[in-house]
T-cell receptor
Framework: DGGITQSPKYLFRKEGQNVTLSCEQN?????MYWYRQDPGQGLRLIYY???????QKGDIAEGYSVSREKKESFPLTVTSAQKNPTAFYLC???????????????FGQGTRLTVV | GENVEQHPSTLSVQEGDSAVIKCTYS??????FPWYKQELGKRPQLIID?????GEKKDQRIAVTLNKTAKHFSLHITETQPEDSAVYFC????????????FGQGTRLTINP
């Protein structure tokens, strides 16, 4: 069954702790993305990667880090430097090849992070 | 960089009527414009997309129109049904440069029976 899997679905973090959100895809997509969604807000880009071992900062990268060691995996670490981490985090992937429609993003089911 | 503005933020229509959501973009290099539907607590799902060399695209009850000169594009839903209730997001991207999707702020569409 092809798709994007995020885990865990719910995550609770104590203040001052780092946490890592998992994102795995078996769609053979080249590009992967992390978005943050706050209540009633749009999707803001945190980091994106267009190829293995390479990634770029999005609009709100401060307090976050990523790695792209494998094509299938793009984990996001929320560090203690992120002052307001409570949000819904969405991972997405896109084909990366095949004309302009390669930019179409397919989303995982999301991880809801709450700081306690 | 690209900036996408989406209006209205909320929209309520009677079942069977049409709904229109509009977006404007700033980067004239953008050439790909998808629309996503997000039901409560679920992931956004791609419902229709268009590229800049096409003015309109239809898929059953939904259609998207693009005006490159004015840099705006719209989603049209006809014969609305209760299951159309959701948050809709527009986005824009270019296949040059950063190649990242920039999203609008979203429109909460409510279909009243």
């Amino acid at each position: 069954d092809g798709g994007i899997t995020q885990s865990p679905k719910y995550l609770f973090r104590k203040e001052g702790q780092n946490v890592t959100l998992s994102c795995e895809q078996n769609l053979n997509h080249d590009a992967m993305y992390w978005y943050r969604q706050d209540p009633g807000q749009g999707l803001r880009l945190i980091y994106y990667s267009q190829i293995v071992n390479d990634f770029q900062k999005g609009d709100i990268a401060e307090g976050y880090s990523v790695s792209r060691e494998k094509k299938e995996s793009f984990p996001l670490t929320v560090t203690s430097a992120q002052k307001n981490p409570t949000a819904f985090y969405l991972c997405a992937s896109s084909p990366g090849t095949g004309g302009v429609f390669r930019l179409a993003a397919f989303f995982g089911q999301g991880t809801r992070l709450t700081v306690v | 960089g690209e900036n996408v503005e989406q209006h209205p933020s909320t929209l309520s229509v009677q079942e069977g009527d049409s709904a229109v959501i509009k977006c404007t973009y700033s980067d004239s290099a953008s050439n790909y414009f998808p629309w996503y539907k997000q039901e409560l607590g679920k992931r956004p799902q791609l419902i229709i997309d268009i590229r800049s060399n096409v003015g309109e695209k239809k898929d059953q009850r939904i259609a998207v129109t693009l005006n490159k000169t004015a840099k705006h594009f719209s989603l049209h839903i006809t014969e609305t049904q209760p299951e159309d209730s959701a948050v809709y997001f527009c986005a824009a991207s270019s296949d040059q440069g950063a190649q990242k999707l920039v999203f609008g702020q979203g429109t909460r569409l409510t279909i009243n029976p």
